[in-house]
T-cell receptor, first 114, second 113 residues
């Protein structure tokens, strides 16, 4: 029944070594989001795709990139992870960016940087 | 700008106690309002929502009313259970040329048996 699936649930990477997190959805939603959530903080939006249109938040570091090869999949690439990038990364989807639709979240990937 | 302020936690209650978690917002335009819940080690799940003034969202015994005059969306439950222990996020949805959900800092709830 899982609708937004994130893999892996836990990822350990080395300082400076590129890492990719993946997200897939079975909802056929137009919009996919990536959030970063640090311990005891609110999720912070990094960027989102509306179909193939990429929308970056102004304060998202260049170290973070994203790809959406098709409707179902979206990837978060961290080019050179630093210790400060250790966090839970949440993928979410919604149907329509213009309405009041809620976001559907995956279970998250917890990234550890060593 | 758009922002959400919610009461700091943790909130600790005994089972069957009454719960209120305060949430106020600042927004341009007419946002949608949401409460999300996050259980340990999990992603966020929508708990309830309201899309216009005076709407009441409700789910699983939780309620919140969209109050435009006080810019508030307080979460209430008449009788909490141990299984309600989680982090609760108030959020607003705005269309700024792309719909965004902006979250409050979250309030951790502990319910004791």
């Amino acid at each position: 029944d899982a609708m937004v699936i994130q893999n892996p649930r836990y990822q350990v990477t080395q300082f400076g070594k590129p890492v990719t997190l993946s997200c897939s959805q079975t909802l056929n939603h137009n919009v996919m989001y990536w959030y970063q959530q640090k311990s005891s903080q609110a999720p912070k939006l990094l960027f989102h795709y509306y179909d193939k249109d990429f929308n970056n938040e102004a304060d998202t570091p260049d170290n973070f990139q994203s790809r959406r090869p098709n409707t179902s999949f979206c990837f978060l690439d961290i080019r050179s992870p630093g210790l400060g990038d250790a966090a839970m990364y949440l993928c979410a989807t919604s149907r329509d960016p213009g309405g009041g639709d809620e976001a559907f979240f995956g279970q998250g990937t917890r990234l550890t940087v060593v | 700008g758009n922002s959400v302020t919610q009461m700091e936690g943790p909130v600790t209650l005994s089972e069957e106690a009454f719960l209120t978690i305060n949430c106020t917002y600042t927004a341009t335009g007419y946002p949608s309002l949401f409460w999300y819940v996050q259980y340990p080690g999990e992603g966020l799940q929508l708990l309830l929502k309201a899309t216009k003034a005076d709407d009441k969202g409700s789910n699983k015994g939780f309620e919140a009313t969209y109050r435009k005059e006080t810019t508030s969306f307080h979460l209430e439950k008449g009788s909490v259970q141990v299984s309600d222990s989680a982090v609760y996020f108030c959020a607003l949805g705005v269309d700024t040329g792309g719909f965004k959900t902006i979250f409050g800092a979250g309030t951790r709830l502990f319910v004791k048996a």
